[in-house]
């Protein structure tokens, strides 16, 4: 079992800047992809970015391309995306979630055996 707990959300300005952090505890990332998916408020769950297992592997959402940077330490059994530029329309809770790493970077949730629990972010006009 992986548990995930996500860090790092909160309220900031359009134009502003946050950096989530996904930790994972019960095994090592380091076998893991891991995901990072948000869900604004009446909203489907979406795909933001996820990583390979040794991070050399990344993909994004064409709406977060160049603005998000999904990155990991496997030494700190964490992943991280750093987002810039931030838009109201970000606002949502952001998870992280893992699965074996197969050699395909996964888009779809359901792709996904392990969640954490969420964090919001919120950017205000």
């Known amino acids: 079992q992986v548990q995930l707990v996500e860090s790092g959300g909160g309220l900031v300005q359009a134009g502003g800047s946050l950096r989530l952090s996904c930790a994972a505890s019960g095994r090592t990332l380091s076998s893991y992809a891991v995901g990072w998916f948000r869900q604004a408020p009446g909203k489907e769950r979406e795909f933001v970015a996820a990583i390979s297992s040794s991070g050399g592997k990344t993909t994004y959402a064409n709406s977060v391309k160049g603005l998000f940077t999904v990155s990991r330490d496997n030494a700190k059994n964490t992943v991280y995306l750093q987002m810039i530029s931030l838009k109201p329309e970000d606002t949502a809770v952001y998870y992280c979630?893992?699965?074996?790493?197969?050699?395909?970077?996964?888009?779809?949730?359901?792709?996904?055996?392990?969640w954490g629990q969420g964090t919001q972010v919120t950017v205000s006009s």
């Open positions: 979630a893992a699965d074996l790493y197969r050699g395909n970077l996964l888009l779809r949730a359901k792709s996904y055996d392990y």
